[in-house]
């Protein structure tokens, strides 16, 4: 503090004047960073609800288009058909998407502990999406999902034993816990995974230069 007081009030001056530049161009930056942080979370959500909803649009065509053809070829399969065409339209990039539900048939679509909890909200609130970004082995994902809700068509072979087509029989006997959907029910979900930390790798990159330049 002595020598602070010793020095002139020019020095004084241009001293705290360009602490103060420093503080605000730390501060501009730091907001310019979350910004962009903001808006590549916005555009992963985006992208993420594209792609659920494709697939659900996928699922709900086949499943009121398509009659007897599963039986003969199981690419016809709705649920099978759905998750091919996600491996389709995420091929390449970094987006981890499946299809999930709390009543499964394929043991692929069983859900974890996040999707459990966001499944079982969708069934008793009936919220239209979820999201939330996650801490998964010490890196940052975004967690996306949109419900799938179940209509006349998915009754054909998720409504009762006895009027499924004899194919789901066969794979599923009486008593599995996949029947007895009622119209309006979640069915299940279509699960989005995006790691963000490679997103958010530019931008920090971009404000360590910012400070430094």
Not at 47 to 52: H, L, V
Not at 67 to 85: D, G
Not at 88 to 102: A, D, P
């Amino acid at each position: 503090m002595g020598f602070f007081s010793r020095l002139s009030v020019n020095t004084k001056f241009n001293i705290i004047s360009s602490l103060l530049l420093m503080a605000l161009f730390m501060a501009l930056a730091y907001s310019n960073y979350r910004r962009e942080q903001s808006l590549i979370l916005k555009g992963a959500i985006d992208n993420a609800r594209t792609i659920s909803r494709q697939i659900i649009e996928t699922r709900d065509y086949l499943s009121r288009s398509v009659t007897s053809e599963p039986e003969h070829n199981e690419n016809l399969i709705p649920q099978v058909a759905a998750t091919r065409v996600a491996q389709q339209l995420t091929r390449g990039s970094n987006y981890y998407v499946r299809q999930v539900s709390l009543r499964y048939r394929n043991p692929d679509n069983r859900p974890d502990n996040f999707e459990t909890i966001q499944l079982t909200t969708f069934r008793d609130v009936k919220a239209a999406e979820t999201w939330q970004v996650t801490m998964e082995k010490g890196r940052k994902s975004l967690r996306y999902l949109l419900p799938m809700v179940s209509d006349e068509s998915c009754l054909t072979c998720h409504g009762s034993y006895d009027s499924a087509p004899a194919f789901i029989q066969r794979r599923f006997p009486r008593g599995h816990f996949s029947y007895g959907y009622k119209v309006g029910e979640v069915i299940g979900a279509v699960s989005v995974s995006v790691p963000m930390e490679g997103l958010y790798h530019e931008i920090r990159s971009n404000l360590m230069r910012d400070i430094l330049d």
